[in-house]
């Protein structure tokens, strides 16, 4: 038999033993769960919104960090076809746009042409009907309907960092 103080213990969870909250959608591909509100809030309510609909420490307003994810999040609003508006945990400080949940901007973006516009737009919103909506940004203050999101995996799931706070309130 091997010494059990030396043999390494395999872990038991495995990646399919993650799952979502009911209503939430599970995507591999980031490995975090979705889900689409059609309630209308300002920026900073939606991100408190998003907190608020789930226990997990990590919930946050969506971040997008390549077209495979925004293609998967334009697909959790099938039911909408009309123009509508979006809020993303996008925004701007100092110049530079972030994401709300402390990803990385890895510099893909999906802009409408002309955009992103200056003065005080600085908060990302997914923008159209449902076969051409791209990113454009708005002031805070406008109502918009809440893309949420978290990491359902216990041992990667944490709160959003504390640097975060201040651009939100």
Request: aromatic share 14%; hydrophobic share 25%.
């Amino acid at each position: 038999d091997p010494d059990p103080t030396t043999a390494t213990a395999t872990p038991t969870t495995t990646k399919e033993a993650i799952s979502c909250d009911s209503e939430w959608t599970f995507f591999e591909h980031t490995e975090k769960c979705y889900r689409f509100y059609t309630t209308i809030k300002d920026w900073t309510s939606a991100l408190s919104f998003c907190k608020s609909e789930t226990a997990n420490p990590s919930a946050n307003l969506v971040s997008i960090p390549d077209q495979t994810t925004n293609n998967f999040l334009l697909n959790t609003m099938p039911s909408i076809v009309e123009h509508t508006e979006v809020w993303t945990g996008g925004y701007r400080e100092n110049g530079e746009w972030v994401w709300s949940d402390g990803s990385q901007w890895t510099g893909w973006t999906n802009w409408y042409p002309g955009k992103p516009s200056g003065g005080d737009n600085n908060y990302l919103e997914f923008w159209g009907r449902k076969d051409s909506r791209k990113w454009n940004n708005v002031p805070k203050t406008y109502g918009r309907r809440i893309l949420c999101q978290y990491d359902p995996d216990p041992t990667t799931a944490t709160a959003t960092p504390t640097t975060t706070k201040e651009a939100i309130s």
